[in-house]
């Protein structure tokens, strides 16, 4: 499974940016997609999670009322669409897959990962 992140950048506190995900597996209906991110000198921390039908969703309580997840199977891709941003949310950002029907949010739970795409919010 390979996952490759984009639509990182650089915006003003206040701004949106939509990052996407696309996975080069044949089964990716079968993968629970997830989004971490972690800045300087902190550990991963949990953005959100949606499982394989987009039935079940969850998101952590830093990014709640902010950030939607979706998913397109038929494009093989997973998206963060990412609102009212502050410069706390300034990360690398992660994309990650499990092959499971339920949704996770801890790291460690995952055993695929892209690459990383940063997200800089300036104030």
């Known amino acids: 499974v390979q996952l490759v992140e984009s639509g990182g950048g650089l915006v003003q506190a206040g701004g949106s940016l939509r990052l996407s995900c696309a996975a080069s597996?044949?089964?990716?209906?079968?993968?629970?997609m997830g989004w971490f991110r972690q800045a300087p000198g902190k550990g991963r921390e949990f953005v959100s999670a949606i499982s394989w039908s987009g039935g079940r969703i969850d998101y952590g309580d830093s990014v709640k009322g902010r950030f939607t997840i979706s998913r397109d199977n038929a494009k093989n891709t997973v998206y963060l669409q990412m609102n009212s941003l502050t410069p706390e949310d300034t990360a690398v950002y992660y994309c990650?897959?499990?092959?499971?029907?339920?949704?996770?949010?801890?790291?460690?739970?995952?055993?695929?990962w892209g690459q990383g795409t940063q997200v800089t919010v300036s104030s």
């Open positions: 597996v044949r089964t990716f209906s079968r993968f629970s």
């Open positions: 990650a897959a499990r092959d499971s029907l339920s949704i996770a949010s801890i790291p460690s739970h995952y055993p695929y």
